[in-house]
Every structure is written in structure tokens, then in C-alpha cells.
């Protein structure tokens, strides 16, 4: 029994906002921002929130994969920036589907949220105890951004992708491999609430995402090869058997790199960093969604599927489509 992905969905908020944009409200340019990551625009929730951006996503993944709401078993939301801390994404994404025989929970694993989500789905539905599972990835990134950083808030989008797994005998998941490093966590942060309550002073302000980009890029270029060689090898595959590659967008160098890395054309990598920045665990499945919907993934294609990024978090999965 394998885990197929049956529908998928996406949604990004209205309002695009290019590298020229920026360049007019801070000292950055489009010349600066493309030649070193490769992103032209990115989308910023000025009237969406989250759970509006993941429902969009969510009825495109079941109109496709035919499944009702209520026929779902399980919603997992993966997610750095859900709207509340209380109640989750995937709760809030329950009542707005109207899901109700579902059990859900959210998955914060960055950048590699969902591949976590996914692979988490993958076990649940192979053990048998869920049939129709919904899996999201979705952030409003630009909430978390300090905007006097330059260097850090002109990569990130907002905007969110889901999937609908099922069980399936022939095609599915093959192989999936997970790591995480919280020993180098301090290269890419946002500290949460601090604790406040009256035997401490609590005089913290808004915190924001920081991050060292050479660390992470380092992290980055090392590990996604390394980690997809052994899912293709778990999955009994040559790297030449595989179709495409969708990884996370945080940089157009790095998913060059990859690909040199792998000995992979770079043709097998679809990339939308051009026109979304970098999602979190929004950018595996809004790729995978203008993918499937342009048509590039024929059933039977090998798919390989790789995240990385804060925590350090890292995962990969091969599938048959
Ligand atoms: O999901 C995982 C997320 N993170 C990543 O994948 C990040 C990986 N890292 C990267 O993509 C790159 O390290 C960055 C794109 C973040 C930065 O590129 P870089 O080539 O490592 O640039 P840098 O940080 O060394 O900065 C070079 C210069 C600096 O100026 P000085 O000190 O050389 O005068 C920066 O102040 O570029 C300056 N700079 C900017 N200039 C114009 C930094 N940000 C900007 C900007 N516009 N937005």
C-alpha cells in the first residue's frame, strides 16, 4: 500500500509586490535581489489571512482529488505563522471546510513543514488508520519580517499550497528520508513570546525572522543533495529515473547547485521563486500545484520532493505520480 497524492490545490494573496516595489520603500534593487536569489515578486496578505489563503488551496486539492469535506479523516497544517496561536491552522481549516469527521493538528517544521506533514500523512494512511487525509502548507510570512532588513525580508512570500493523499496499490510515496539539526538552529530565528506572568519583567517588544544566509546557504547546498541521493537510493531508483524535482524556493543558486550536484539538468526543476519568493511550508506544494496544473506530471512520472531550512530541518521523498 502506498500514500498517492490524489489533488492538489494553491492560493497566493492578491497583491504582488515586484522588486522594483521594494526598491521605492527601501535601499534594495531588483538588480541586487534577482542576481543573488533568482526572485523577481512575491505575493503579501494585505486583506487574506491564512486560513482564507489555505481553504482556497484545500477545496482546489479536493475538487481534484473528488473527495468531500466531510469524507476527510485527518488535516494536517503545516505552519511557522498560523493566524492564531489558538485555535491552529488545521482547526480553522476544519470549521471553514465544514471537515467535521476529521482529526486535526498543525506541524511546525519551517521550511521542510511540508514534506514533514506529508511524510507524517504517508505513515498514518499506510498503517491503515486514515483513508483521506488533507495536507496543507501555507505561511503569511511577511507578518514575521522585520521590514528594516533588507537582507532577509525581500526573500520571503506569503501563500499556501495542500494535497490530498490517499491509499493507493500502484503509485505513491516510494521512500522518504527526515533529518534536523537543532545544534545550528541560531542561523535562521524568531523568537516566540517571552514568559510573562507577575514574578518576571516583561519588557520584550516584537520580535522578527533574522538570519546568517551564508550559514544557511552553506546548510542548504550540503545537505538537499545529500538527502536526495538517499530517498532515490531508499527507493530503489537512479537519479536519471527521476522526472522532476520539486524543491523548496528559497534561492535559484541553490537549486542550481543541487542539480550540478546531482548530475540532473536543470529542465527537471521547476521553479516559481521568480514570481512567489520564498513560501516556507507553502513553496513545496504551491510548485507542485502549478505543476500539476500545467500539466508537467503524467501518472507513473517519478517525483522527488525536498524541503529544508529553519530548525536546521531537512526531508525529502520520492513518489510515483
Ligand atoms: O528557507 C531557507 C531560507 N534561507 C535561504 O535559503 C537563504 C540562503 N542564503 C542566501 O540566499 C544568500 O545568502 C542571501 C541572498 C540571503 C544573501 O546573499 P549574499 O551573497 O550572501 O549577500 P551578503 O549577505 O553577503 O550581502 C552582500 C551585501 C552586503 O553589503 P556589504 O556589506 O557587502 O556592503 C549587504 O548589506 O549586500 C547587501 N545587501 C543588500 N543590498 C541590496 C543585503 N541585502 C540587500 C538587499 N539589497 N536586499
Given amino acids: 500500500m502506498k500514500t498517492r497524492i490524489c489533488g492538489t490545490g494553491s492560493a497566493l494573496p492578491k497583491r504582488e509586490v515586484t522588486n522594483d516595489d521594494l526598491s521605492r520603500i527601501m535601499d534594495t534593487s531588483d538588480e541586487w535581489i534577482k542576481s543573488r536569489t533568482g526572485i523577481g515578486s512575491r505575493h503579501l496578505a494585505v486583506e487574506e489571512t491564512l486560513v482564507s489563503l489555505a481553504a482556497n488551496a484545500a477545496k482546489g486539492a479536493l475538487e481534484e482529488a473528488n473527495v468531500l469535506p466531510k469524507d476527510l479523516d485527518m488535516i494536517l497544517a503545516a505552519t511557522?505563522?498560523?493566524?492564531?496561536?489558538?485555535?491552529?491552522?488545521?482547526?480553522?481549516?476544519q470549521r471553514e471546510l465544514g471537515a467535521s469527521n476529521a482529526v486535526a493538528f498543525d506541524i511546525n517544521a519551517a521550511c521542510s513543514g511540508f514534506l514533514f506533514a506529508l511524510q507524517t500523512a504517508d505513515v498514518y494512511i499506510r498503517s491503515g488508520q486514515y483513508k483521506k487525509i488533507l495536507v496543507v502548507g501555507g505561511e503569511i510570512l511577511s507578518k514575521l519580517m522585520d521590514w528594516n532588513d533588507r537582507?532577509?525580508?525581500?526573500?520571503?512570500?506569503?501563500?499556501?499550497?495542500?494535497?490530498?493523499?490517499?491509499?493507493?496499490?500502484?503509485?505513491?510515496?516510494?521512500?522518504?528520508?527526515q533529518g534536523s539539526d537543532g545544534a545550528r538552529g541560531g542561523v535562521l530565528s524568531c523568537p516566540g513570546r517571552k514568559n510573562n506572568n507577575p514574578y518576571v519583567t516583561n519588557d520584550a517588544g516584537l520580535s522578527f525572522v533574522s538570519m546568517d544566509g551564508q550559514?544557511?546557504?552553506?546548510?542548504a547546498v550540503r545537505t538537499v543533495p545529500k538527502a536526495i541521493m538517499e530517498a532515490v537510493e531508499k527507493a530503489g531508483l537512479a537519479m536519471e529515473e527521476i522526472d522532476l524535482f520539486i524543491l523548496h524556493q528559497a534561492n535559484i543558486r541553490i537549486i542550481e547547485s543541487v542539480a550540478k550536484r546531482l548530475k540532473v539538468p536543470m529542465e527537471k526543476f521547476p521553479t516559481n521563486l521568480e514570481r512567489c519568493g520564498n513560501i516556507s511550508a507553502g513553496s513545496v506544494p504551491v510548485l507542485l500545484?502549478?505543476?500539476?496544473?500545467?500539466?508537467?506530471?503524467?501518472r507513473g512520472d517519478r517525483v522527488v520532493l525536498a524541503g529544508f531550512g529553519a530548525g536546521l530541518t531537512w526531508g525529502a521523498s520520492v513518489l510515483t505520480w
Fill in 80 to 93: 511557522l505563522s498560523a493566524d492564531n496561536v489558538l485555535p491552529t491552522l488545521s482547526c480553522e481549516l
Fill in 151 to 177: 537582507s532577509t525580508c525581500v526573500l520571503f512570500g506569503d501563500g499556501a499550497g495542500a494535497a490530498v493523499v490517499m491509499p493507493d496499490e500502484a503509485s505513491g510515496i516510494l521512500s522518504s528520508v
Fill in 215 to 219: 550559514e544557511v546557504y552553506k546548510f
Fill in 289 to 298: 500545484d502549478d505543476a500539476n496544473r500545467k500539466g508537467m506530471l503524467k
